[in-house]
């Protein structure tokens, strides 16, 4: 089956501590992207990559940093300078040039910071 | 203002009634439209997409865009319980390869 797949699915942080989010898809798209919700709120975009080896920061990129080594994964690391990392994190991806451009999410990972 | 705004909710429907979904947004360019249904927990999944103006149907669900008001909004006849979500309206920028979401109206269909 094709898909989105993330883990893990929970994850708990200490204060200081980087930890990475993974996130594969074997869908074969292009695109790949990094979003964070926060309780009743929308999606922010974090960061996304259109092809292997490149990247772009979203509108909120502060505190994470991103690879994009293989076309099929697209890892995000918190690190200790992001301030107030509990969230949801959801990775999509999606073939870019096409117009609707429509994404596809894997099923989340929920952070929390002890 | 907001890229994408959408009333927050909740919006409470008998089931069976039709629910209507509004969104506004602020890019005039933006040619791609979606509306994705998320349950509680869960990750968004994308029900309805829609690029010209006019209406667009696809069994219970009826998209509407109107470029010159930049508003989109979402139909959803004969409401049942499942239909219970937050529903994300999400635009695609005009001047870049990524789609702004709005915070989403949550939906709640009353038996």
């Known amino acids: 089956d094709g898909g989105i797949t993330q883990s893990p699915k929970y994850l708990f942080r200490k204060e200081g501590q980087n930890v990475t989010l993974s996130c594969e898809q074997n869908?074969?798209?292009?695109?790949m992207y990094w979003y964070r919700q926060d309780p009743g709120q929308g999606l922010r975009l974090i960061y996304y990559?259109?092809?292997?080896?490149?990247?772009q920061k979203g509108d909120i990129a502060e505190g994470y940093s991103v690879s994009r080594e293989k076309k099929e994964s697209f890892p995000l690391t918190v690190t200790s300078a992001q301030k107030n990392p509990t969230a949801f994190y959801l990775c999509?991806?999606?073939?870019?040039?096409?117009?609707?451009?429509?994404?596809?999410f894997g099923p989340g990972t929920r952070l929390t910071v002890l | 203002q907001k890229e994408v705004e959408q009333n927050s909710g909740p919006l409470s429907v008998p089931e069976g009634a039709i629910a209507s979904l509004n969104c506004t947004y602020s890019?005039?360019?933006?040619?791609?439209f979606f509306w994705y249904r998320q349950y509680s927990g869960k990750s968004p999944e994308l029900i309805m997409f829609?690029?010209?103006?006019g209406d667009k149907e696809d069994g219970r669900f009826t998209a509407q865009l109107n470029k010159a008001s930049q508003y989109v909004s979402l139909l959803i006849r004969d409401s049942q319980p499942s239909d219970s979500a937050t529903y994300l309206c999400?635009?695609?920028?005009?001047?870049?390869?990524?789609?702004?979401f709005g915070s989403g109206t949550r939906l709640s269909i009353r038996p």
């Open positions: 869908l074969n798209h292009d695109a």
């Open positions: 999400a635009v695609k920028a005009s001047s870049a390869s990524k789609i702004i």
């Open positions: 999509a991806s999606s073939i870019p040039g096409v117009t609707y451009n429509e994404q596809f």
């Open positions: 990559s259109q092809i292997v080896n490149d990247f």
């Open positions: 890019d005039r360019g933006s040619q791609s």
């Open positions: 829609i690029y010209s103006n």
